[in-house]
Nanobody
Framework: QVQLVESGGGLVQAGGSLRLSCAYSGSGFTLNAMGWYRQAPGRQRELVARISSGGSTNYADSVKGRFTISRDNAKNTVSLQMNSLKTEDTAVYYC??????????WGQGTQVTVSS
């Protein structure tokens, strides 16, 4: 059983910063990649940022240069530093783990609201 627990969401003014963290636990799986997705009302869930087991990263074009994904293997966490936030970043953010046997696990989601 894999569990993911997210923290760090909240309300921030445009131009501000937030840091999301996701702690994962469990056994019987090998990590392939970890990432953050988001879903705004009326829209499909979309990839925000991903980091592979080898440490390579990729980002949605809309967040490049503003968001940074990182991982701490010792603490079993993956984080998303979000700077220069915009109102269009408002969404529920989900932590994701993708395993070597092609299984996805999701966190419960954390709300990020950016006010103008």
């Amino acid at each position: 059983q894999v569990q993911l627990v997210e923290s760090g969401g909240g309300l921030v003014q445009a131009g501000g910063s937030l840091r999301l963290s996701c702690a994962y636990s469990g056994s019987g799986f090998t990590l392939n990649a970890m990432g953050w997705y988001r879903q705004a009302p009326g829209r499909q869930r979309e990839l925000v940022a991903r980091i592979s087991s080898g440490g390579s990263t990729n980002y949605a074009d809309s967040v490049k240069g503003r968001f940074t994904i990182s991982r701490d293997n010792a603490k079993n966490t993956v984080s998303l530093q979000m700077n220069s936030l915009k109102t269009e970043d408002t969404a529920v953010y989900y932590c994701n783990i993708f395993t070597m046997n092609w299984v996805n696990y999701w966190g419960q989601g954390t709300q990020v609201t950016v006010s103008s």
